[in-house]
């Protein structure tokens, strides 16, 4: 039987940022090409339908998402990606075929990754200029408490 991928914690995508929310589509798309593979495996034509159905609506969003106007020729060759993997699902449904669904995750994976890797340096930024924020909101506090005390005197 086809499951979603697995999101611990719904806070997880309400408080995520765009580039965590990218990494979760990429994930659901594998795990639905997974489930698709596993499916074949099982004879479960159900499971291997639901599977590639999903995986359709991830890749959609995806390309859904893209904006080709600031995104240029990565844009414009994402959508080409996205294209070609969504025109490959019939074939994984009506063939059986596992090297169809291995090859997209071979071609998501990599993208996955490197969502991944932009996503946590977004952010350890954004928690290294908060970190800096507070020490200088707390600092300006101190500051303005000391010279309250020395005109007190």
Do not use: C
């Not at 499916?39 to 969003?61: C, H, K, L, P, Y």
């Amino acid at each position: 039987m086809y499951t979603k991928a697995n999101i611990d914690n719904i806070e997880e995508v309400n408080e995520a940022y765009p580039s965590r929310l990218i990494v979760i589509m990429y994930d659901e798309a594998i795990a639905s090409l997974e489930a698709a593979i596993a499916a074949i495996a099982n004879n479960d034509i159900e499971g291997r339908f639901n599977a590639t159905t999903r995986t359709a609506e991830v890749i959609s969003q995806l390309y859904l998402a893209l904006d080709m106007e600031l995104g240029g020729p990565i844009a414009e060759n994402l959508g080409a990606l996205y294209n070609h993997i969504m025109t490959q699902m019939p074939r994984i449904n009506f063939a059986n075929d596992i090297e169809v669904a291995e090859q997209a995750i071979k071609l998501l994976r990599p993208i996955r990754n490197s969502w991944a890797g932009l996503d946590e340096r977004i952010r350890s930024e954004v928690e290294t200029a908060e970190a800096e924020g507070a020490a200088a909101v707390a600092a300006a506090m101190v500051e303005k408490e000391a010279a309250g005390v020395v005109n007190a005197i």
